[in-house]
T-cell receptor, first 112, second 115 residues
Framework: GQQVMQIPQYQHVQEGEDFTTYCNSS?????IQWYKQRPGGHPVFLIQ?????EVKKQKRLTFQFGEAKKNSSLHITATQTTDVGTYFC????????????FGKGTKLTVNP | GAGVSQSPRYKVAKRGQDVALRCDPI?????LFWYQQALGQGPEFLTY????????KSGLPSDRFFAERPEGSVSTLKIQRTQQEDSAVYLC?????????????FGPGTRLTVT
């Protein structure tokens, strides 16, 4: 079945360092979404990318959607302790359903 | 405005008991989703509704799991004869638009522990 894979599974950085997480789908996606889940919290929507090659920025966060619409990345510049959490990518299931298939996430910890 | 709410937040059940988990979506949201999240994993889709219609239940692990949304608003996920492998956080999410993937607003989840 359709799979969404994320690497790395864990990332530990010093505050101020950059961070990148990568997402790969086994199938072409019509769009991709990113969510952040703080420790003990619930997933919170960050962004949706739709177009091939699209790049969107939110302050220190940069999101990219690959040209083939099968991969995506999230880059955080100069991490802060508030960036701690698990970042998930999610893509729509094949077949036109609204169902989202989530990756296993990248857990980011930041050392102050 | 109010977000998605879920109750109870925590539930401990003895193996074999039935449980019912409630989700109150954001008012006016068309689509409602249930996910199961095991520790250290991403949310796994269980089922979803567009208004009162259950359009996809392909993720329900067994016929012990049942979900309903009779009036197109509040939804209940019922698990019969709970097993230890059912222990997880059950997340509910709602989406304003139906018929396409759109941002989902998650509730705080219900942590189910089966002993």
């Amino acid at each position: 079945g359709q799979q969404v894979m994320q690497i790395p599974q864990y990332q530990h950085v010093q505050e101020g360092e950059d961070f990148t997480t990568y997402c790969n789908s086994s199938t072409t996606l019509s769009n991709i979404q990113w969510y952040k889940q703080r420790p003990g919290g619930h997933p919170v929507f960050l962004i949706q990318l739709v177009k091939s090659g699209e790049v969107k920025k939110q302050k220190r966060l940069t999101f990219q959607f690959g040209e083939a619409k099968k991969n995506s990345s999230l880059h955080i510049t100069a991490t802060q302790t508030t960036d701690v959490g698990t970042y998930f990518c999610a893509g729509p299931s094949q077949g036109g359903s609204e169902k989202l298939v989530f990756g296993k996430g990248t857990k980011l910890t930041v050392n102050p | 405005g109010a977000g998605v709410s879920q109750s109870p937040r925590y539930k401990v059940a003895k193996r074999g008991q039935d449980v019912a988990l409630r989700c109150d979506p954001i008012s006016g949201h068309v689509s409602l989703f249930w996910y199961q999240q095991a520790l250290g994993q991403g949310p796994e889709f269980l089922t979803y509704f567009q208004n009162e219609a259950q359009l996809d239940k392909s993720g329900l692990p067994s016929d012990r799991f049942f979900a309903e949304r009779p009036e197109g608003s509040v939804s209940t996920l019922k698990i019969q004869r709970t097993q230890q492998e059912d222990s997880a956080v059950y997340l509910c999410a709602s989406s304003r638009i139906g018929g396409t993937t759109y941002e989902q607003y998650f509730g705080p989840g219900t942590r189910l522990t089966v002993t």
